[in-house]
């Protein structure tokens, strides 16, 4: 696995975009008191996810 994209960390909630095995998903990390709370999407296809991730970055995708 291997990130191709990112927002910055030093927001409480940050986004990355990762990709493995011709697929690709985006990780959602939010900071907490506790730590760190870490979610992720279901794989896509690589094509898929970059309009996800274009559409999160533009505020398009909740």
Same mark, same amino acid.
């Given at each position: 696995? #291997?990130?191709? &994209?990112?927002t +910055?960390e030093?927001?409480?909630?940050?986004? $990355?975009? +990762?990709?493995?095995g011709g697929? &690709?998903?985006?990780? #959602?990390t939010?900071?907490?008191?506790?730590?760190r !709370?870490?979610? $992720?999407?279901?794989?896509?296809?690589?094509? $898929?996810?970059? &309009?996800?991730?274009?559409a999160?970055?533009? !505020?398009? &995708?909740?």
């Amino acid at each position: 696995m #291997r990130v191709i &994209a990112w927002t +910055c960390e030093c927001q409480d909630v940050f986004y $990355e975009l +990762c990709q493995t095995g011709g697929q &690709a998903f985006i990780r #959602r990390t939010v900071k907490t008191g506790k730590g760190r !709370g870490v979610r $992720e999407t279901c794989r896509w296809r690589v094509a $898929e996810a970059q &309009a996800m991730w274009t559409a999160l970055l533009s !505020g398009l &995708a909740r």
